[in-house]
């Protein structure tokens, strides 16, 4: 039974729990049991919040907690979103032990809505990676292949899901660290349209970028998932003052594997060519005709900006990043180093952000510095908006002709670890796909579209701003039409 419940999903659980069939107790039980059986291997978790995971499911059970689709249903929780409490360190030994005194939005919506919250994911340091490889607390691997990558920033999250350690999980996205990891994992994950989800209490990378986002194994949990985390929240200056979109309707609507008259535009720049590997592109070019055959309309569109959008998200994301973790100075909160002998404050902050920073952190915060500088500033972050302006553009003139954008996901499957350690640029380009969404605000899912030499390949549909709904439709029905390799060649642990 305990494997039962580990492997069914987080709609079926929680339609188990409330009738009766299980408990959200013998749900958490389970997955915290397979947690211990396997993550000393995969390394997703940074934190496992046993005593707090089986008091909010005996809350759910005892009829006092909430009730909801998802009530009493495990979730994994990336560790950049504050939790009252429990250690919050984004993977940095700057923020190492640290007890947040209170809850992000998105936090304070799961529990109001009885999901059961196991632990905190590991994670890139900062969100700043596309590997897991730049935590200080060690990488995470891939259950596909523990020799490969689970992607990044969130690959902690998507880790936990594909190893069966929690049905559901939430990771962040600002360049495109919810949806590389997803197709790297074989599991569906969303960008919502920034705005649609609150930052308050997500600890800050760049703040006109970073968005929090459901994973899950299947459409429908993602989009169940993402109606309880998303709507308006007046502490969040940038967020949306409109309802959540029909996301849930159109996860079951897509289901139904009809897509007639969907116009589907594929975006020339990211859809293939150098650096694609050819299994990724016979995946995207398979999942093209099943969209075709469910009756939509594909055609190509051009977005000539999108082939600046790596050099211009590197110089808007590092320079925002500059800006937000200057308020880790050994003063307020956080570690400090260096107090014995030392002569001045200065001194003890350079000490503490020396030791307390990791390589790629310290080399966006030299790069974000360098582009605000007198005299750099209009010639490297002026101009990087202007480009994320002309992106914008492309998108609003591709939508025009399109409902719905595609691309790969991501050029590649997962990587091995280790390979592309010592050279930032390619580590940089897993996200070539997944950029021009981001610097332009709209929401985007990867969805598996195959597998590559036995390891997944995700589909990334866009779709424009507040239109969240079509993203889950598309993939929903490309899932009903392919299945989900999750349930078709789970990964051996």
């Not at 308050?200 to 998932?225: N, W």
């Not at 404050?345 to 390589?359: C, D, H, N, P």
């Not at 490297?380 to 002709?401: C, M, N």
């Amino acid at each position: 039974m305990s494997t039962e419940l580990t492997t069914m999903t987080g709609a079926e659980l929680g339609a188990a729990i409330a009738a009766g069939q299980t408990s959200a107790v013998e749900v958490t039980q389970a997955h915290l049991d397979r947690i211990a059986e396997v993550d000393g291997r995969v390394h997703a978790y940074l934190h496992v919040d046993t005593e707090g995971a089986l008091a909010a499911a005996r809350a759910v059970d005892s009829g006092d907690g909430p009730r909801g689709p998802l009530a009493g249903v495990p979730l994994a929780l990336k560790d950049v979103i504050v939790t009252r409490g429990v250690p919050t360190t984004v993977g940095s030994r700057i923020l190492e032990g640290w007890l947040p005194p209170y809850d992000a939005t998105v936090t304070a919506k799961l529990k109001a809505a009885g999901i059961v919250i196991l632990g905190k994911t590991n994670m890139d340091e900062f969100a700043m990676g596309s590997s897991t490889e730049n935590s200080a607390y060690g990488p995470t691997r891939n259950p596909w292949d523990l020799d490969r990558v689970p992607g990044g920033s969130s690959g902690g999250s998507s880790a936990a899901v594909a190893a069966y350690t929690a049905p559901l999980s939430i990771g962040t996205d600002t360049g495109g660290s919810i949806r590389q990891p997803a197709a790297v994992t074989g599991l569906v994950g969303h960008k919502p349209t920034y705005g649609g989800v609150s930052r308050y209490g997500l600890v800050a990378f760049s703040s006109s970028l970073d968005q929090a986002g459901p994973f899950a194994r299947t459409v429908l949990d993602t989009a169940l998932l993402h109606e309880v985390m998303g709507g308006h929240d007046p502490r969040d200056s940038t967020s949306i003052d409109a309802p959540v979109p029909p996301v849930v309707a159109a996860a079951r609507q897509g289901a139904t594997g009809d897509l007639t008259g969907l116009r589907v535009g594929v975006v020339k720049e990211i859809a293939g060519g150098p650096g694609y590997e050819p299994g990724v592109e016979a995946a995207t070019r398979d999942a093209l005709a099943r969209l075709e055959k469910l009756g939509a309309t594909v055609h190509e569109v051009s977005c000539p900006s999108f082939t600046y959008a790596l050099p211009a998200y590197y110089l808007i994301a590092p320079s925002e990043c500059s800006s937000n973790l200057a308020r880790f100075d050994a003063v307020r909160y956080g570690l400090r180093t260096g107090d014995d002998g030392v002569a001045s404050l200065e001194e003890v902050m350079s000490l503490t952000r020396q030791a307390g920073f990791g390589a790629e952190v310290k080399r966006r915060i030299i790069l974000g510095t360098y582009a605000l500088s007198s005299g750099y500033y209009d010639a490297y972050y002026g101009s990087a908006q202007k480009v994320r302006t002309l992106i914008g553009r492309d998108f609003a003139a591709a939508f025009a002709h399109a409902d719905v954008l595609v691309s790969p996901s991501t050029p590649t499957v997962a990587f091995r670890i280790g390979e592309r350690a010592d050279d930032p640029l390619a580590m940089y380009a897993a996200d070539l796909c997944t950029l021009p969404a981001s610097l332009a605000g709209i929401p985007a899912i990867s969805v598996p579209s195959g597998l590559s030499e036995g390891l997944p390949v995700g589909l990334q549909v866009m779709a424009p701003a507040l239109a969240d709904d079509r993203c889950y439709r598309v993939a929903a029905a490309l899932e009903a039409d392919h299945g989900h390799p999750l349930t078709q060649e789970a990964p051996s642990l």
